[in-house]
């Protein structure tokens, strides 16, 4: 099964693209003029919980139109320029009407359009999915670095949440019971360590008061 090629916004070598391959499109910024018809066909939402948009299926006969995978129709052309630095970008550019659009990444997928589909898919939820782990581990900063959280709890959630990624209602509601209960069972820990040290602090004052001749007295 061919692989899912990822053509980065930027390169250092002229940017070509296969004919016969379908494609897909991360674009966070399109330009204004692009119709939401077609960048509403790009991935973008990819920083914004639960807003996050999967990229539709195109296709390229010739390496350069953009064509509708179902009728053929072409949405627009790409156009590879070459910037004052150096690096090359590959565009989106359409006629009517007039817009151009950078592209931050183009997927390219030589096969059958179900393996393009498919490999799409699979990429758009691994993105979300880290991005969820990366979510809750910035949720979880404090009790990790500030209060020596165990690590393996850490993974534990995080293993819970990309098991949800692929899972039925179901299953996915169960990872997330067992990421609660381990979060949960976490910060108990937590709070007992810091009861026990807490009494000890109190009877380290304590000892020291007893011990401690009455400075008023001196």
């Known amino acids: 099964m ?3 090629l990822t053509i980065p916004i930027a ?7 296969p004919a016969g391959a379908y494609l897909a499109f991360h674009s966070e910024n399109p330009d204004l003029k692009l119709p939401a018809s077609i960048s509403g066909k790009f991935m973008h939402g990819m920083r914004s919980l639960h807003r996050e948009v999967p990229p539709a299926l195109f296709y390229t006969s010739n390496g350069v139109n953009v064509e509708d995978v179902d009728s053929g129709e072409a949405y627009g052309r790409l156009v590879c320029s070459k910037e004052k630095n150096g690096n090359y970008h590959l565009h989106f550019v359409t006629d009517t009407p007039s817009s151009d659009t950078i592209i931050q990444r183009t997927f390219v997928y030589q096969g059958s359009r179900d393996e393009a589909e498919a490999a799409i898919r699979e990429l758009f939820v691994s993105e979300v999915t880290d991005y969820l782990v990366s979510y809750w581990l910035s949720g979880a900063s404090g009790l990790l670095h500030s209060f020596g959280a165990d690590r393996t709890f850490s993974a534990v959630v995080a293993e819970c949440i990309r098991g949800a990624a692929n899972a039925s209602p179901e299953k996915a509601a169960e990872l997330y019971d067992k990421a609660r209960k381990a979060i949960l069972d976490e910060v108990e820990r937590l709070t007992n360590v810091l009861n026990s040290e ?3 602090a109190v009877e380290a004052i304590h ?5 401690e001749p009455n400075r008023g007295e001196r």
């Open 11 to 17: 390169s250092r070598e002229p940017i070509s693209v």
């Open 198 to 200: 807490y009494v000890a």
């Open 207 to 211: 000892t020291i008061e007893e011990k």
């Open 2 to 4: 061919p692989e899912l």
